[in-house]
């Protein structure tokens, strides 16, 4: 199992452009959440979906858009990257409660 | 008032100490209640759930209060190994969503 995977690993955007970071878990998990973290900060929820076909906005969704049409895969949008996107983004899956983090994607927005 | 609080720290503890941190909620609905660890620049990952008897796993003790809403976790016998950030991480009440809310951490400095 490679458990949650995310691509890619870094990136650096211009203010304006767009760019979709990938979330693949393979445990057939129904849930899936994505975070941002800011540095010395916690995570923040972004969007989840409970299954596929499923999606709704979590805590801090302006800026962003996500879709679930497998249950193994869970893109997210960002159309017009602005300077407050840069962060840390985190994927994470669930079957019940624990949930599994994937690497991570550090984004910089110049 | 933040949903999930904790001290950020740093605690800077000598090897071998023990060291306690807590954190509180504001959801009296919540019904789950996790410590995460996290590594400098890695992804957090469960260290334990916690639960209303309290429970205890190795050098790891948990305890939740939910008259108070408060929960907290000892470490004893502190290692070099244990120098991370501990997220204490609640569930978002008693929605079935599986949405967790997480604290900003409480960093550990274990030294030598």
Known sequence: ????????????????????????QDMNHNYMYWYRQDPGMGLKL??????????????????????????EDFPLRLELAAPSQTSVYFCASSLLSEQFFGPGTRLTVL | ?????????PFNVPEGATVAFNCTYSNSASQSFFWYR???????????????????????????NRASQYISLLIRDSKLSDS?????????????????IFGQGTTLQVKP
């Open chain 1, 1 to 24: 199992n490679a458990g949650v995977t995310q691509t890619p690993k870094f990136r650096i955007l211009k203010i304006g452009q767009s760019m979709t970071l990938q979330c693949a």
């Open chain 1, 46 to 71: 972004i969007y989840y979906s409970v299954g596929a076909g499923i999606t709704d906005k979590g805590e801090v969704p302006n800026g962003y858009n996500v879709s679930r049409s497998t249950t």
């Open chain 2, 1 to 9: 008032r933040k949903e999930v609080e904790q001290d950020p720290g």
């Open chain 2, 38 to 64: 996290q590594d400098c620049r890695k992804e957090p990952k469960l260290l334990m759930s916690v639960y209303s008897s309290g429970n205890e796993d190795g050098r790891f003790t948990a305890q939740l």
């Open chain 2, 84 to 100: 991370a950030t501990y997220l204490c991480v609640v569930n978002g009440g008693s929605s079935n969503t599986g949405k967790l």
